[in-house]
């Protein structure tokens, strides 16, 4: 039931709002697909620095708070975080990975999305979701080590990419005019380049997920970006 990544959120919340209006009140809860924000693979994310969407029915029992930017659900709040850690239960739902609890950062009927605990075992694992209802079937899953992938918004497709590239004066890397109301041109030849992303690993002081970080930090091994065809070192950040 998962759809290709830059498309499954929509296409698996109208298959939820079906599922919805054929079975009512009584539809079996269950977990009907799960996405690794990294790469916006199925069901790969990396150990305590990944966020997963999961897609299902009736993952929630509460009453939505409403309180997101522009989409209907409840999304976590700084009195949420308790001595700078994230909840593992929002309005009720919690979400269990190979048996250790999940960050909870948004819930919806149809949709939570959560932040992988750095204690989840690697492997295959099975996720659940548990609200005052119960607990639904567990949905298998790939938990890696590291599962690095790029800040990559569908707002930023280009010719069948999506990347997000920033220069040091604030314009995007990206061709010229390439995206409506979006400051952009190439990059030159010397110039410093920010990029975001998650997946890459733990990084130094032993910073666990969920945690608010008060300090810069670095990850504990050095990361080689490569681009091309052919693919050539193009940097290396530790």
Same mark, same amino acid.
């Given at each position: 039931?998962? /759809?290709?990544?830059?498309?499954? @959120?929509?296409?698996?919340?109208?298959? /939820?709002?079906?599922?919805?209006?054929?079975?009512?009140?009584?539809?079996?809860?269950?977990?009907?697909?799960? =996405?690794?924000?990294?790469?916006?693979?199925?069901?790969?994310?990396?150990? +305590?620095? $990944?966020?997963?969407?999961?897609? @299902?029915?009736?993952?929630?029992?509460?009453?939505?708070?409403?309180?997101?930017?522009?989409? *209907?659900? $409840?999304?976590?709040?700084?009195?949420?975080?308790?001595? +700078?850690?994230? !909840?593992?239960?929002?309005?009720?739902? $919690?979400?269990?990975?190979?048996?250790?609890?999940?960050?909870?950062? %948004?819930?919806? *009927?149809?949709?939570?999305?959560?932040?992988?605990? $750095? #204690?989840? *075992?690697? +492997?295959?694992? &099975?996720?659940?979701?548990?609200?005052?209802?119960?607990?639904?079937?567990?949905?298998?899953?790939?938990? #890696?080590?590291?599962?690095?992938?790029?800040?990559?918004?569908?707002?930023?497709?280009?010719?069948?990419?999506? %990347?997000?590239?920033? =220069?040091?004066?604030?314009? %995007?890397?990206?061709?010229?005019?390439?995206?409506?109301?979006?400051?952009?041109?190439?990059?030159?030849? @010397?110039?410093?380049?920010?990029? %975001?992303?998650?997946?890459?690993?733990?990084?130094?002081?032993?910073?666990?997920? +969920?945690?608010?970080? !008060?300090?810069?930090?670095?990850?504990?091994?050095?990361?080689?970006?490569?681009?091309?065809? !052919?693919?050539? *070192?193009? &940097?290396?950040?530790?």
């Amino acid at each position: 039931l998962l /759809c290709r990544a830059d498309h499954a @959120g929509s296409q698996i919340g109208a298959l /939820c709002r079906g599922m919805h209006r054929e079975h009512g009140e009584t539809a079996v809860r269950r977990i009907l697909g799960v =996405l690794s924000l990294a790469k916006k693979h199925p069901s790969r994310p990396d150990r +305590g620095l $990944s966020w997963i969407e999961i897609f @299902g029915t009736y993952l929630t029992s509460a009453p939505l708070r409403n309180n997101c930017a522009s989409v *209907p659900g $409840s999304c976590w709040t700084g009195t949420d975080f308790i001595n +700078g850690v994230a !909840p593992t239960s929002l309005d009720h739902v $919690s979400v269990s990975i190979g048996g250790q609890a999940a960050f909870i950062d %948004y819930t919806s *009927p149809g949709q939570i999305n959560a932040q992988v605990p $750095s #204690n989840a *075992p690697i +492997g295959s694992q &099975l996720v659940t979701v548990t609200n005052s209802n119960g607990t639904s079937p567990g949905f298998p899953i790939i938990v #890696n080590q590291t599962e690095p992938g790029w800040l990559a918004p569908a707002a930023f497709t280009i010719s069948g990419k999506q %990347y997000v590239a920033i =220069l040091s004066d604030g314009t %995007y890397a990206l061709p010229a005019n390439a995206l409506s109301g979006v400051p952009s041109r190439p990059a030159h030849i @010397g110039e410093t380049v920010t990029i %975001y992303g998650i997946g890459f690993g733990p990084v130094t002081g032993g910073i666990s997920a +969920g945690t608010i970080v !008060p300090q810069l930090n670095s990850l504990t091994l050095p990361m080689d970006v490569l681009f091309g065809p !052919p693919r050539r *070192p193009f &940097l290396t950040m530790d």
